[in-house]
């Protein structure tokens, strides 16, 4: 019975992960001055084992990242390592399919983490949507500003972002 139980706990937990992902996101980096620098980025980023592809644009200081179906994403690893190379994330918007997702409370919950709405109000995502993550560490220092002006608390284990939609 004690079996039966933690099947249908782990069960429910991976169909909540499998209902939304984060697909791609673009991520722009502030520093970045050589093709040099991109490619340091660039391998650093390719260590995370959730991605699937990074494209980078020099004109624009982005990478585009594409991540692996299934494999949960962690927004903290991809600033860390765009930190470890030297720079600083600018803007990261990330790309999530939603299947019916409720947001409550203007939070939702991915893989694990909490996500705030910081400029809208509930509704019910469907699709894809991009959300720009507003924390700092994920936006310029006015940015993070505008944005931070109450704290997000995580309602498990993970992570808590802001993001507007």
Wanted: include cysteine; charged fraction near 20%.
């Amino acid at each position: 019975m004690k079996t039966l139980k933690i099947f249908i706990a782990l069960l429910a937990i991976s169909i909540g992960v499998a209902q939304a992902q984060i697909i791609k996101a673009e991520v722009q980096v502030s520093g970045l001055t050589c093709s040099m620098c991109s490619k340091a980025t660039e391998k650093s980023l390719r260590t995370l084992g959730f991605i699937s592809d990074i494209k980078p644009d020099l004109n624009r200081n982005l990478f585009v990242i594409t991540f692996k179906p299934g494999v949960p994403v962690n927004l903290e690893q991809i600033s860390k390592k765009v930190q470890g190379a030297g720079f600083f994330i600018n803007q990261l918007k990330a790309t999530v399919d939603f299947d019916k997702v409720k947001v409550a409370n203007n939070s939702f919950t991915l893989a694990g983490d909490t996500y705030q709405v910081v400029n809208g109000t509930a509704k019910d995502l469907n699709g894809q949507e991009q959300v720009t993550v507003v924390n700092k560490g994920f936006v310029s220092s006015s940015a993070a500003k505008k944005y931070n002006s109450s704290a997000v608390s995580s309602t498990g284990s993970g992570k808590a972002y802001q993001i507007a939609i």
